[in-house]
């Protein structure tokens, strides 16, 4: 029986939540692996919830299924049916077995969810994903993430095609089969959800390590990858150790196997995937050597791999009730992981950048036709809802329970959070509840966070009396309505603050009669609230939302001379950081509306000055010289205009090269490009850093003057960081060395799958009308395909999503081609599809010829057959 199954797009409810009625207790799974046809018999023992008087449902989507019985008999086809993703079967009882065998055709499989085939049919290997619904792809199963069962996982293939065989859990014999076949099989001891179940079958390579626990278990950690590229996994499992090991420190969370499994995949949905045992990355988050991989890459890595390791007790050992639950898993191990990766490297660089990413992708879904909570209420496709909002503004949520719990009481509460919910599926309240009473604190009130879609407005004002020597802080909140939500309430909003004095002192803070250190944390929880300072003999300048405190958008009215002082005097590193951003804001507004010199001169005043400061961190220093990107600038207009935007952000940039100096820049550039032997360590990246902004800025200057530096650049540079700065600077130009140096490039990358994704990406930012060109171009590389999701990233992605200037193009043929794109990709790869689609974001507030253009390109996208993932996201933006 064979049963071509996509379910009709239907709206599922978080209030709809009903326990299950049917769980599996055991999986016993037998696979026959092949490349083109894999046979599986699957052995459920199952469950009944006795108040429920259920038919037994589950789970399973595009299976041919070969047999099927129940305790042992097999089953009459008129007491089973298998119809629209649903197999009902008569006769079940609470403790019957249930036996079904099905084939899948993995090397069919171009959705890269369920088992597919990585690589090439002759070269490439096996592997599975299921989360969120992959596994019912495998097999029948209530593919949902509360039924947790206990799995033993039998793999048998033929030995030479598949020699190394890995599922979850740990390793339970292997041995021979006639026919120059063998078998492998894993018990996990762990009971777990579906979406955790993994398997990789194929020839791969190892590197180990052993591992003891702080709670003394001997653990075997092994990366797995392709021959060609296992030398570049050494930097992961150093990574990994750091991870394994600051996760007993922080958290005392110690891993609970006998073995680590981590692989590396060229063909993957997404970043990596946390499966219990055996996680399994996207070789972009896990491959890395100073010739292919970039500084900002190397932390990628890091962090991706401690996200992973750090889900196996956030999200694996406590899983999620149902997919609503979401941020319960992500937010707190993104969290988790920004902790890590703020005491392995800069916390204020690290703070930067998460802001940063939160500005770029979060505020601008939060503004538009994709808005959604963090716990969304419904959905119609769950891929479409692993999002910035579920991931980062998820991270802050938890961000601002720590911070009001401080860190022991945060950590208290975690124990707690773990001690309570270990091997169950839990929900936010769960989390809120273990949280607050470890502390004694009530945290409901921040439930409102996590249900209320839009980012907050926080307007403040100051009032100094001088006959009262008091300041008066008063902040007000709103959010805008929308994502249904007309009526959006007040939310808790931690504050942290201190006054500085004019000589750039920080002031102690009075309040309430009670003097506190010079900062401290006020929370505003109605629409508007007065905080009174006392003891004050002057004016002071605050420094609000300190270290970001609140995934807000702070509004106060500074005077420029304020901004610089915090520029140059705030000992909050994010802080210090904003205040140039802020600057950099009112220079772009004043240039942008033909204003007075006043707030260009300032900001470049101000960062001429820090320029010469040779005790400035250059990392921060380049942060600094960067102001705010396009998309970021976007978000504060209407009648949006990305060719303007891009033409007005780099004639600020123009006017700060200037104010520094041809003769400064180039001084430091020299400084900086100095020979000196590779190294990873903080000072060399964040030389490196300061050195690209610097060739940026120069080349802004005079591209002619830059051209020379930059192809030097190129050509000696001792590894990727300085490589592709120095590329980007000559494609981005247009210097008439841009094409050798892109030759040259992709003739030595050629064999590199990840370096040629960068020469595909940086070609594709090339700013302006002439980038769709250059990437339809590019289509016709022979190293171009729609099949491979880093590739579609690196090209369509790049493009669509990375280069505003380019992709909105005056005469609407960005949209056109996109469009034209999209229907393509969505018969291969609905989830990526879908992602590459939300860079309509925004089009309702385009200039009225870009969004009339973006409009027609959206509804005849509409109006083609789509899967259900791509079809939600037309449909949400579409709608008003
Ligand atoms: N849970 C994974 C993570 O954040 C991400 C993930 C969700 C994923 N769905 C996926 C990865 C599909 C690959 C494919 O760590
Ligand atoms: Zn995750």
């Known amino acids: 029986m064979t049963a071509r199954t996509e379910q009709s797009p239907s709206t599922i409810r978080l209030a709809d939540y009903r326990a299950p009625a049917w769980r599996v207790e055991s999986a016993e799974l037998v696979f026959d692996l092949d490349i083109e046809s894999t046979e599986l018999q699957a052995r459920l023992r199952l469950r009944a919830d006795p108040a429920q008087h259920e038919p037994l449902r589950l789970d399973g989507e595009g299976l041919e299924l070969l047999a099927i019985g129940l305790d042992g008999q097999p089953l009459a086809p008129d007491h089973y049916r298998y119809a629209d993703g649903v197999l009902q079967v008569e006769g079940a009882r609470d403790g019957s077995v249930l036996e079904t065998r099905v084939r899948l055709r993995p090397a069919a499989n171009t959705a890269l969810e369920g088992l597919y085939l990585s ?181 990628a890595v890091e962090a991706v791999i401690a996200h992973e390791y750090f889900h196996n007790w956030s999200g694996n050992r406590v899983t999620c009730r149902d997919w609503f639950q979401l941020s319960l898993k992500e937010g707190l191990t993104v969290f988790r992981e920004q902790q890590f990766s703020a005491d392995m490297n800069s916390p ?137 939500q007309p009526d959006k309430r007040p939310l808790p909003i931690p504050v942290k603050l201190a006054l500085f ?88 507004d004043a240039l942008r509306d033909g204003a007075a010199d006043d707030a260009v001169r300032a900001w470049s005043e101000a960062l001429a000055a820090l320029f010469q400061d040779s005790a400035l961190d250059p990392a921060l220093l380049a942060d600094l010289l960067t102001p705010p990107g396009e998309i970021e600038l976007a978000e504060r207009e209407t009648g949006v205009d990305p060719a303007r935007i891009h033409a007005l952000r780099q004639q600020l940039q123009r006017r700060l090269a200037e104010r520094i100096g041809a003769a400064a820049l180039r001084q430091r550039y020299e400084v900086l490009a100095a020979p000196a032997a590779f190294a990873l360590d903080a000072a060399s990246q964040a030389r490196r850093r300061l050195k690209r902004r610097v060739l940026e800025l120069l080349a802004l200057l005079d591209p002619e003057a830059a051209q020379p530096l930059a192809q030097r650049q190129y050509e000696q540079a001792d590894g990727m960081t300085d490589r592709l700065a120095a590329l980007g600077v000559l494609v981005r130009h247009a210097a008439p060395a841009a094409a050798d140096a892109l030759a040259h490039y992709r003739a030595r ?88 689609a939300t860079a309509f974001n925004g089009w309702q507030r385009l200039e009225p010829a870009r969004r009339a253009a973006a409009r027609a390109a959206l509804d005849a996208l509409a109006a083609q057959p789509l899967s259900r993932n791509l079809a939600e996201i037309v449909g949400n933006m579409l709608k008003d």
């Open 749 to 836: 990358y050629a064999d590199n799958a990840l370096a040629l994704d960068k020469w595909f990406a940086v070609q594709a930012q090339l700013p302006g009308e002439p980038a769709l060109a250059h990437v339809q171009a590019l289509e016709d590389d022979p190293a171009f395909t729609l099949k491979n999701p880093n590739r579609v990233q690196s090209l369509l992605g790049s493009f669509a999503r990375g280069n505003p200037s380019g992709f909105h193009r005056a005469d609407g043929a960005g949209y056109r081609w996109l469009a034209q794109r999209l229907v393509a990709l969505d018969a291969l790869n609905p989830q990526v599809a879908a992602r590459l």
């Open 119 to 299: 690589g090439s049919r002759e070269a490439g290997f096996l592997l599975t994903q299921c989360e969120a619904q992959g596994f019912r792809h495998i097999t029948f199963f209530p593919d949902r993430p509360d039924v947790l069962s206990n799995y033993t996982v039998t793999l048998r293939a033929d030995r030479a095609r598949f020699p190394v065989l890995l599922a979850g859990g740990n390793p339970d014999g292997a041995g021979e089969l006639p026919d120059g076949r063998h078998w492998a099989r894993f018990v996990d001891p762990h009971p777990k959800p579906s979406y955790l179940f993994a398997l990789v079958a194929g020839r791969l390579e190892r590197i180990e390590r052993d591992y003891r626990t702080a709670d003394g278990r001997a653990v075997k950690l092994v990366i797995w990858s392709e021959a060609n590229v296992i030398d570049r996994c050494h930097y992961a499992m150093d990574a990994l150790e750091r991870a394994m090991r600051w996760d007993e420190e922080t958290y005392g969370r110690n891993y609970d196997l006998d073995v680590f499994h981590v692989v590396a995949t060229h063909d993957f949905n997404m970043g990596a995937m946390e499966n219990k045992g055996l996680n399994i990355f996207n070789a972009k988050y896990l491959l890395a050597d100073p010739d292919s991989t970039t500084d900002d890459e190397y932390r």
């Open 501 to 588: 004095g004019s000589d750039g002192r920080m002031l102690p803070l009075h309040m309430d009669g009670q003097t506190s250190e010079t900062e401290a944390v006020v929370v505003l929880d109605q629409a508007r609230q007065s905080f009174v300072f006392g003891q004050l003999d002057q004016p002071p300048v605050p420094s609000l939302l300190r270290g970001f405190s609140a995934p807000v958008i702070l509004q106060y009215d500074y005077r420029p001379d304020e901004l610089a002082l915090l520029l140059m005097h705030d000992a909050d590193g994010f802080n210090r950081w904003e205040a140039g951003q802020q600057l950099a804001q009112r220079a772009y």
């Open 348 to 484: 204020p660089l690290k703070r930067i950048e998460d802001v940063a990413l939160l500005r770029r992708a979060q505020f601008p879904e939060d503004a538009g036709p994709l808005a959604h909570p963090v716990r969304p209420a419904q959905y119609s496709e769950i891929n479409n809802f692993y999002t910035a909002t579920v991931y980062e503004k998820g991270s802050e949520l938890v961000r601002m329970l720590a911070g009001r719990l401080g860190r022991e009481g945060f950590r208290r509460g975690m124990d707690r959070y773990f001690a309570q919910n270990d091997g169950r599926a839990a929900t936010l309240e769960d989390f809120l509840a273990a949280l607050g009473e470890a502390n004694g604190i009530d945290l409901a009130p921040y439930l409102a966070w996590y249900a209320q879609a839009g980012t907050p407005r926080l307007h403040a004002g100051g009032h100094y009396d001088a006959g009262q020597r008091s300041y008066t802080l008063t902040l007000q909140q709103h959010t805008a309505p929308g994502a249904g």
